[in-house]
């Protein structure tokens, strides 16, 4: 597989504990053409080495400048295994949502391959609008799917937090993929649910739009979810394509798991984990 001619990648993460919490169970991977927001659950000694768990397993995929999608399918897989293999209390389990984006090919021509478990999300900016690709696996998605309850209800909804998805359940979690052709000038956003709790989409695509290096992006992003209460841990990678470069611009490797205790914590809805907090 050829690295795509006339197109880099720049890229700019950033991740913070939260206000109000003492732990980050979320990790994330930026590495290559690869980039993934993990967000553990099941609390202390679970919930962060499962989020851990499963960067590890994706690690591999960022030694290649484009990667295969069955590669990118048994590293999921292997994700989930290495999180279901956690040692944990009785009646305590580990588990994280997983979502990202990774650079692919069809053809011979450069793709987006979005992947999704949980309630993580990834955005698209294109044409100057802010576009969700991924589909949260929760609770409150399903009753919006199903006209019960608005968007906006979702958002505080005393059921946000319950996913139905999850690396690490009992159940094999069926992963979302989506295929996206690549414009330069394309900017992605992977992040962790502390962002969409805090600030509205309409404001993130605000700061998406005005803010050109993806660094700063990424830092202003948290930044202000912490300043609009910064309820849960927080992870933010931003990634845009350009035509600046012969080939994928690398980068230094970059993947992390950085340094909780309440009721904004992301659970899994049903299992040997039920109730556990992130």
Known sequence: MTTPVSLGLLWGAATHQGA????????????????????????????EVASAAAVEALAPLGRSDVV???EVRCRVR?????????????????????????????????YWLVVNVGDSRTYRVADGALEQVS?????VQELVDAGRITAEQALTHPRRHVVTRALGAPDDP??????LPVHAG????????????ELPDRRVAELLMVEPDPQTAAERLVGEALAAGGRDNITVIVVDATGLTDALERTAPRDGRP????????????????????
Do not use: Y
């Not at 295994?81 to 580990?94: E, L, Q, S």
């Not at 394309?186 to 709790?197: E, I």
């Open 20 to 47: 109000r919490r003492r732990l980050n169970e979320d990790s994330f991977l930026a590495r290559g053409s690869v980039f993934f927001v993990a967000d553990g659950m099941g609390g202390h000694e679970a919930g």
């Open 174 to 179: 069926e992963p979302d993929f989506w295929f």
């Open 186 to 197: 394309d900017r992605m956003l992977v992040c962790s649910d502390g962002l969409t709790a």
């Open 78 to 110: 292997a994700a989930h295994d290495a999180v279901r293999a956690i040692d944990t209390a009785p009646g305590r389990g580990a588990g994280t949502t997983l979502s990202g984006v990774a650079l692919t090919d069809q053809g011979g021509e450069p």
């Open 135 to 139: 589909v949260d696996h929760s609770e």
């Open 259 to 278: 340094d909780h205790d309440d009721d904004e914590d992301t659970v899994p809805r049903r299992s040997p984990w039920k109730g556990a907090l992130t």
């Open 68 to 70: 295969g999608v069955d």
